[in-house]
């Protein structure tokens, strides 16, 4: 797992020979996962402050997010909510690719933080007779493996007999590094309601801590430098601050530029 937090700047020092327009651009997801403010209005977000040892965006506050993988690319399972081509064309990519970011992102939410984007694939029926236990939520274990390298998403939600909630996402922005870092990455942006039942840890070591803050109070801490961030994630939580709550956000029509910013 390749934590990104946004897509300006936070590269790591050059090297003699470095060749800034060489570098590879890759493919990269990260998530805003809201809830409604416990008290007056407004939305939270769940923000990592990553440690310093990071290659990327090292020291900064973030969303939870990463690179793309193959993997993310081989799943074929169907999920709740719009089709990968909807996806693609909100972004402007193609459907291979937002069919990955959508999986991509989700798996590294699990990873990250234990929420997981799911549902049973089938509506449980009333129970008449006696029947078998159904299959539990996936553990620990199962989610260090996933962090690890082990499996895919689809194959872990088929094995819980579950389908990826891809409704409660939403399309919000898109970067890419400009040239200068030895990383750059062409980021799509995603918000997500909190499930229902769910509560986000801080279970990643590419974080020194976690927690739910007011999306007004992160962008103003940002602005003043109170909180280090790109801007690509000032941004989010600067759009996040004005929305009265989850509902709002999630109703929001967004128009994302043309291969992003």
């Given at each position: 797992m390749t934590g990104v937090a946004g897509a300006n700047g936070g590269g790591g020092d050059t090297h003699a020979g470095y060749a800034p327009d060489s570098v590879p651009i890759r493919e990269a997801a990260t998530v805003?996962?809201?809830?409604?403010?416990?008290v007056g209005g407004g939305v939270e977000v769940f923000l990592q402050?990553?440690?310093?040892?990071?290659?990327?965006?090292?020291?900064?506050?973030?969303?939870?997010?990463?690179?793309?993988?193959?993997?993310?690319y081989h799943g074929t399972r169907?999920?709740?909510g719009p089709a990968p081509r909807w996806w693609a064309e909100r972004f402007g990519i193609d459907e291979g690719r937002a069919a990955a970011a959508v999986r991509g992102v989700a798996r590294e939410l699990f990873e990250e933080t234990g929420v997981l984007l799911a549902e049973p694939a089938e509506p449980t029926p009333r129970p008449t007779t006696p029947a078998a236990?159904?299959?539990?939520?996936?553990?620990?274990?199962?989610?260090?493996a996933l962090d690890a390298g082990h499996g895919d998403l689809d194959s872990l939600l088929a094995a819980h007999?579950?389908?990826?909630?891809?409704?409660?996402?939403?399309?919000w922005d898109r970067w890419t590094t400009p040239i200068g870092p030895q990383r750059r990455y062409d980021t799509l942006f995603f918000v997500a309601a909190l499930p229902e039942g769910t509560e986000p840890d801080g279970g990643t070591s590419e974080a020194r801590a976690a927690e739910w803050i007011r999306a007004d109070d992160a962008a103003q801490a940002g602005i003043l430098g109170h909180l280090g961030m790109l801007r690509p994630t000032l941004d989010v939580l600067s759009d996040l601050a004005g929305a009265a709550d989850v509902a709002e956000v999630l109703a929001t029509e967004r128009a994302i530029a043309p291969g992003g910013n």
């Open positions: 805003a996962l809201i809830r409604d403010a416990r402050h990553r440690v310093s040892t990071m290659q990327f965006a090292a020291g900064m506050s973030v969303f939870p997010g990463g690179g793309v993988e193959p993997r993310d169907s999920w709740r236990v159904p299959p539990a939520s996936p553990g620990v274990a199962e989610r260090r007999d579950l389908v990826l909630s891809a409704h409660l996402l939403r399309p």
